[in-house]
């Protein structure tokens, strides 16, 4: 079993930036496949960033790249996403995943542990 837990989410005006932390714990992260999904009030759970176990391959998805990035410190057991110039559609609860294995994995069927997510309110 894998537990995982967010902080770092607050309120922010549009332009600034906030570091979001997902801390692990009950096993060690070093051979899971990880990523950061976020969910606006009315929409789908979406995948904004993902890393694989090694750190060598990260994936940002279209809407935050350039201005999000995923990394990992496997021996602080610990995944992070700097999110920068953020915008007010950036506004959403944002969950930590993981699971065993290794490559980019973009689909929240296949992930098997999830925190009980931060939010992150972007004002205007």
């Known amino acids: 079993q894998v537990q995982l837990a967010e902080s770092g989410g607050g309120l922010v005006q549009a332009g600034g930036s906030l570091r979001l932390s997902c801390a692990a714990s009950?096993?060690?992260?070093?051979?899971?496949?990880m990523a950061w999904f976020r969910q606006a009030p009315g929409e789908e759970r979406e995948c904004v960033a993902a890393?694989?176990?090694?750190?060598?391959?990260?994936y940002s998805a279209a809407p935050v790249k350039g201005r999000f990035t995923i990394s990992r410190d496997n021996a602080r057991n610990t995944l992070y996403l700097q999110m920068n110039n953020l915008k007010p559609d950036d506004t959403a609860v944002y969950y930590c995943?993981?699971?065993?294995?290794?490559?980019?994995?973009?689909?929240?069927?296949?992930?098997?542990?999830w925190g009980q997510g931060t939010q992150v309110t972007v004002s205007s």
């Open positions: 009950g096993r060690p992260i070093s051979t899971y496949a």
């Open positions: 995943a993981a699971v065993r294995g290794i490559g980019i994995i973009l689909s929240s069927s296949r992930y098997e542990y």
């Open positions: 890393i694989d176990w090694d750190d060598r391959n990260t």
